[in-house]
């Protein structure tokens, strides 16, 4: 069924918008899943904070202009699935990748963040980024490391004479 030019429109308007906001963006080719796949790929995608969208190239070639994700544009051919992460870089690159293993036919095509366009082989790097939390919790543990080394380098000496008397007695108990 072809779209009236205003449903053209505001399928622009709304991948503009939501490309205006997202960290990171796969394409993925979608080609002879089934429609109860699909159901389950975008349930999946909506529980983790992903923008799935399938529409034509040239509405999305439209909709990415003046966004990071113009590096896109030129690379935008056959059946393609769009997901946009919204909370978290890796969100999307996730998705796909998970759903690929138990399902050949969707393959990546183009990964973009940061203006930058790679190839799809970077899904991979991609999806291994942490999340918030996770890069919260490293960046603590960073954080707490060199106070730790303080107080174990200052309780050092004090438990260092305290097994140099234990030891002693223990030689004199002996003898």
Known sequence: MALTLEQKKAVVAEVSV??????SAVAAEY??????EMTDLRAK?????????????????????GTDFE?????????LL????????????????????????????????????YDASE???LSKMPTRDQAIAMLMG?????????VRTLAEPHAKLVRTVAAVRDSKQAA
Do not use: W, Y
């Not at 769009?82 to 870089?89: K, L, T, Y």
């Not at 890796?90 to 796909?96: E, S, T």
């Open 18 to 23: 939501v490309a205006q906001s997202a960290h």
């Open 31 to 36: 080609r002879g899943l089934t429609v109860g």
């Open 45 to 65: 995608a909506r529980k983790e904070g992903v923008f799935l969208k399938v529409a034509k190239n040239t509405l999305v070639r439209r909709a990415v202009e």
């Open 71 to 79: 590096c896109m544009a030129e690379e935008l051919t056959g059946p």
């Open 82 to 117: 769009f997901a946009f992460s919204m909370e978290d870089p890796g969100a999307a690159a996730r998705l796909i990748k998970d759903f690929a293993k138990g399902n050949d036919r969707l393959i990546a095509k183009l990964v973009a963040i940061g203006a930058q366009l």
């Open 123 to 125: 899904l991979e790097r």
């Open 142 to 150: 960073v954080m707490k490391a060199p106070i730790e080394k303080f």
